[in-house]
């Protein structure tokens, strides 16, 4: 029998968040019941509820940024018990069968991985996200959260965190470049950022945060960066030219890239995990001058998602985070577009309970 529990929808991309009630499908034997504790508020939330990214299915529950613990699991569930703490990202399916499912690169699927929302499921419904009490997920896309990190500072992890970790590691943040540290530059301090800058700190990087201004300094210095420096600075690019061994582009804006790709080493790489809703252009020249990449990434594996959470517990990194409830949401969408959350919004789940459903 299916599970009904309160969520937050919209029924359309102008429309205010309302509480009301959705289902959750009968649990098969694959899956895995968990009561959310917190659901991170992450900036693709806003851009697909808002149409930004194409025209999304309403009404739709967004959220994957979700941390909780397990309250049922199916009959051939292992893996997994009642009690459990654990955590769902941005996905909760994948065909399983293909090259990259069977490489743990489940995010670039063959067959297409199912989203944890706004995407068809493989019952042909569309999935609901993590802003709600319960979700229903398949054993193989759940993590497990560690004891040394609370629910709400994890739940962002799921996707900030695996989203900077993954090519902080691909690229090799950690490495040393004639006997010194790898020189990583982190390109935006959001929600994003704020975790690049950890995570490439805790790796042995040597980081600088690239913002339009000064006004986050502490904050960066406190994070782990050594220094921060001001891209609206009249001789910002060429000061820094030839700087940098990685760029994490975490910023979803129009940006010059031709002349931050100018700030890369010889063989330097800029990694985008920012989307911004516009194209971006960018000349070849900038690319082969330097023999440099520009590379994209896109989230992470499950298997590395549950090394991200390992290596935060293991170094104390967290999200920084601001906690509100379910009548807030909308306001903290606002906020975020805005730049105003320090650094990542999270839902206390359990205020849906004084919450009446529509």
Not at 23 to 34: K, L, Q, S, W
């Amino acid at each position: 029998m299916p599970i009904t529990v309160k969520a937050l929808q919209k029924t359309g991309p102008d429309q205010p968040f309302r509480v009301t009630t959705i289902e959750r499908r009968d649990p098969r034997a694959d899956d895995v019941v968990i009561d959310i504790e917190a659901a991170g508020i992450c900036h693709s939330d806003i851009h697909t509820i808002r149409n930004e990214w194409g025209e999304a299915s309403f009404p739709l529950t967004v959220g994957h940024e979700i941390a909780g613990v397990v309250s049922a699991v199916g009959e051939s569930v292992t893996d997994w018990k009642v009690g459990d703490r654990v955590g769902v990202g941005c996905m909760v399916n994948s065909c399983g069968n293909c090259e990259e499912c069977r490489a743990g690169q489940e995010q670039n699927c063959l067959e297409g991985n199912v989203g944890t929302y706004n995407a068809k499921d493989v019952d042909g419904t569309v999935t609901q996200g993590g802003y709600a009490e319960k979700v229903v997920v398949n054993e193989r896309f759940v993590c497990r959260i560690p004891d040394e990190l609370s629910f709400a500072v994890a739940a962002p992890l799921l996707c900030a965190g695996i989203t900077t970790y993954a090519p902080l590691r691909r690229w090799g943040a950690g490495e040393q470049v004639d006997g010194r540290a790898k020189r990583v530059a982190v390109l935006g301090l959001g929600g994003l950022g704020h975790m690049g800058v950890q995570l490439a700190a805790a790796m042995g990087a040597e980081v600088t945060v690239l913002s339009r201004s000064l006004k986050k300094e502490q904050d960066a210095l406190e994070l782990g960066a050594q220094r921060v420096l001001a891209t609206t600075d009249e001789n910002f690019f060429s000061d820094h030219r030839g700087e940098f061994d990685l760029i994490l582009n975490t910023i979803s804006a129009d940006i010059p890239v031709d002349k931050y790709l100018r700030l890369l080493t010889p063989r330097g790489v800029m990694a985008v995990v920012g989307l911004p809703p516009a194209k971006q252009p960018v000349g070849f020249g900038s690319l082969i001058g330097g023999n440099k990449v520009l590379a994209g990434s896109n989230i992470g594996g499950i298997a590395e998602t549950q090394e991200m959470l390992d290596f935060c517990a293991e170094h104390g990194l967290a999200a920084k985070i601001e906690v509100i409830g379910v009548g807030e949401a909308d306001a903290a969408y606002d906020r975020v577009v805005a730049g105003d959350v320090h650094f990542r919004a999270v839902i206390d789940t359990s205020t849906f309970a004084d919450a009446a459903a529509e």
